[in-house]
């Protein structure tokens, strides 16, 4: 069997994707790929494009760890979010096939279900702890049994995970005096197309304040039948983020998620020696190599790498592997920016491995589910795929068309005093 065309479809029902659909000589038989990088999203689209498509032109398949192998070594040049996400597209699309080709779903070719279903959870927020309680509240009404708690920090402006970024509040960016925002915005509008990145203004210490209080608030007021965590989205040093865990020892956290930047593994052990608050981290890893100081010194209790940025599922079942020998548990990164078949990748292999821990998952709109098809379905707190074979997800090319491309960016922090800040 040879791959015959490689298609790059970059659509955007509601926020921007990159899919890959690799084609094979064999009739009506193909893979569907998430090569999605949000923000930078045709950085990928040209790597795959340019430069990876025509190396696999004429490849078998099958051979997934060669191809993997191959276009990681053989640029020469390697890792990093770009690469990394067009080889996750590439990955995925390769598994997908494989799976149709043996009528398989493609949790089985990883080694059968270990499990009924992937425990799941969901985001909850507010601007003040009775509207995060609401939030938690209607999470848990709707069956989620783990919920992840962020709150607007006072005097601050577009608090991480409240309300989603895009909605944070660009009224109150326009009027907050955030230095530059007037130069960042080029004068242009946030969403219109041309936009620039609006700009939050975040300050660690009402932060360090705020959150245990909304904890002790969740605690008091909803009890301690559902798992509750945060993500502070490496935004502390690493005294502020063992403060902050050892603050929360109280309230029992699932896990506190991303307290320091990816670049500073070593500095997980100061949080260590003085919390026994479970840490998760991994969203902006790209490789193996990345995780393996955290897990192999237990610095870590989850690992949450993104399986669409770390080369997908041949990366992710490795990542797993070693986890496995060190008591940690799996968490893969799981929102609403990047798309079906990435989801349903992580379920697989949620549901394969042993040390599964917990899925982040969004519910996908109408106009995604038309454009891609067969996200994995929420029953009663845990997700679930079909037993279609491959990753039982699809792209609509013709529906794809309908929503093009549209320019954005994530946002970004600074501190009051003007300072970059990571976002
Ligand atoms: O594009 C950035 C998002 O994927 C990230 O902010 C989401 O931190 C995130 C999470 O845990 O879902
Ligand atoms: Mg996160």
Known sequence: MKITEVRVIVTCPGRNYVILKIMTDTPGLYGVGDATLNG????????????????????????????????????YWRGGPVLMTALAGVDTALWDIKGKRAGLPVYSL?????????????????????????????KI?????????????PGTVGT??????????????????????????????????????????????PYLHTIPKLFAHLRDKIGWDVELFHDVHERLTPIQAARLAKDLEPYRLFFLEDPLRPEHKESFRI???????????????????????????????????????????TEAKKIAAVSECYYVQTAWHGPGDIAPPTHAANVHLDLSVPNFGVQEMVFFPDIV???????????????????????????????????????????????ADGSTHDW
């Open 40 to 75: 930078r999203e045709l950085a990928v689209a040209s790597a795959l494009e340019n430069h990876i498509a025509p190396l696999l032109i004429g490849r078998d398949p099958d051979s997934i760890e060669d191809i993997w192998q191959s276009l990681f070594r053989g640029t």
């Open 110 to 138: 990883l080694g059968g279900k270990t499990r009924l279903g992937a425990l799941a959870y969901t985001h909850a927020g507010g601007r003040d702890v009775s509207e995060v309680e609401d939030s938690v509240r209607e």
């Open 141 to 153: 009404a709707q069956g989620f049994k783990v919920v992840r708690a962020q709150i607007a920090i």
């Open 160 to 205: 991480y995970g409240v309300g989603g970024a895009g909605e944070a509040s660009l009224a109150s960016w326009k009027n907050s005096g955030t230095p530059w925002q007037d130069e960042l915005s080029g004068g242009g509008e946030w969403g219109d197309g041309g936009a620039m990145p609006y700009v939050e203004r975040w300050e660690p210490t």
């Open 271 to 313: 949080i260590r020696q003085h919390s026994t608050t479970p840490l998760a981290m991994g969203e902006l890893f790209h490789t193996k190599w990345d995780c393996l100081p955290l897990i192999s010194e237990q610095l870590i209790d989850f690992i949450r790498c993104d399986l669409g940025h770390i080369g997908g599922i």
């Open 369 to 415: 589910q038309e454009v891609l098809p067969g996200a994995p379905t929420f029953k009663d707190g845990y997700l679930h795929v079909t037993d279609a074979p491959g990753l039982g997800t699809d792209i609509d090319e013709e529906a794809a068309k309908k929503y093009p491309y549209e320019r954005n960016y994530l946002p970004m922090t600074r501190r």
